[in-house]
């Protein structure tokens, strides 16, 4: 299975907040432990180091960027058919552009599952949601 990290499920795993830090990292030790391929996107990926960046944290950053590269990570591109995806998503359904971009990405890249913390999202037609519980 095709599963897409949405920033918020990617940032609670490498930096472990104390109630959502444990639920990703439990779901995504079930996603490897059932061989499900981890898919995130170059917007992922940026918005996941703007804080250690900003922030001057080597160290954090480099714990995201070691998770981006590991080889059970897939990190697809922006191309303009997942831009085009989401403009028809955000026209339709009113997602913020960074929302509409993740979705996009997810269903282009034809994932079955997208994981996020986002209930806004839940409700959307095109590709099964899961809220971390």
């Known amino acids: 299975m095709l599963v897409y990290l949405d920033s918020n499920i990617v940032i609670y795993l490498i930096e472990q907040p104390a109630l959502w830090g444990p639920r990703a990292r439990s779901r995504v030790a079930a996603l490897r ?8 996107s170059d917007l992922t990926r940026m918005e996941c180091r703007i ?3 900003a922030t001057g944290d080597a160290q954090g950053l480099a714990l995201f960027d070691s998770f981006f590269s590991s080889s059970d990570v897939r990190v697809v ?23 509409a971009l993740h979705v996009a990405a997810a269903v282009e890249n034809r994932c079955d599952l997208f994981i996020t913390n986002d209930t806004r999202l839940s409700g959307f037609p095109d590709i099964k949601v899961e809220v971390l519980p």
């Open 33 to 40: 432990s059932n061989h499900d391929e981890i898919v995130a």
């Open 51 to 53: 804080r250690p960046t």
């Open 77 to 99: 591109g922006l191309t303009p058919s997942v831009c085009d995806r989401a403009t028809i998503i955000r026209a339709t359904h009113g997602l913020k552009p960074m929302d």
